[in-house]
């Protein structure tokens, strides 16, 4: 989607990203975290960052709830805002991606094709998909908020894996099964990805 403003350029600075890999140690990366609500996105995206933190890493989380409250509160969870609210998130990311920094996200992300677009906003490499893959009936066993519950009886509308759609990756760069998998094995999974990717190192 082109920009509404005509009189725009695009400017560039002049830090390159390796000088940003030499001050900060490591490669950028958007680790994009998706599943259904309960899978553990959350809690598995704060695990990494500290894990990243203790490494010595710039990462940082975006979690889906907490964006609502700022960036993203004029939306809703109509097909039409959830695709707005993931193209929003694809650009912090890609703006993330340019600082140098390693960007964890915890969003449902729905639809196959919008995290495809935010895929393509991250050069080759830059963007590591990770399906938090765990059962219907586990996620909603995990629900301490009571939101599948609300969903099922109709209070809340449009709520992915109940009466909205939730398209899972086809080939997702990692797939980590929290219902067989541990938190510590599922942030084992996700920094050995990194490593795998040579995100680390000088």
């Given at each position: 989607?082109e920009?509404?403003?005509r ?9 390159t990203?390796?000088r940003?890999?030499e001050v ?10 998706t599943?259904?609500?309960?899978s553990?996105k959350?809690?598995?995206a704060?695990?990494?960052?500290e ?13 889906g ?12 969870f109509?097909?039409e805002?959830r695709?707005?609210?993931?193209r929003?998130?694809g ?8 600082a ?9 992300s729905?639809?196959r ?19 938090v ?12 908020k009571g ?15 109940i ?17 067989q998998?541990?938190?510590?094995a599922?942030?084992?999974r996700?920094?050995?990805g990194?490593?795998?990717r ?5």
């Amino acid at each position: 989607m082109e920009p509404r403003s005509r009189n725009i350029v695009r400017s560039a600075g002049r830090v390159t990203a390796e000088r940003r890999h030499e001050v900060l140690g490591h490669r950028p990366q958007t680790v994009w975290f998706t599943g259904l609500s309960g899978s553990g996105k959350s809690t598995l995206a704060y695990a990494v960052e500290e894990a990243l933190l203790a490494r010595g890493a710039a990462a940082y989380v975006l979690d889906g709830d907490n964006v609502r409250f700022g960036l993203n509160r004029d939306l809703g969870f109509s097909p039409e805002d959830r695709t707005e609210n993931i193209r929003r998130i694809g650009e912090v990311c890609g703006l993330f991606h340019d600082a140098g920094l390693i960007v964890l996200t915890a969003f449902i992300s729905p639809y196959r094709a919008d995290r495809q677009q935010v895929r393509e906003l991250h050069p080759e490499g830059g963007f590591l998909e990770v399906f938090v893959d765990a059962p219907l009936e586990v996620c909603e066993r995990r629900d301490v908020k009571g939101l599948y519950a609300k969903a099922r009886s109709g209070e809340i509308p449009e709520f992915s894996g109940i009466s909205a759609p939730y398209e899972p990756p086809v080939e997702p760069e990692l797939h980590v099964d929290t219902e067989q998998l541990d938190l510590d094995a599922s942030v084992d999974r996700v920094l050995h990805g990194l490593e795998r990717r040579h995100v680390f190192g000088r």
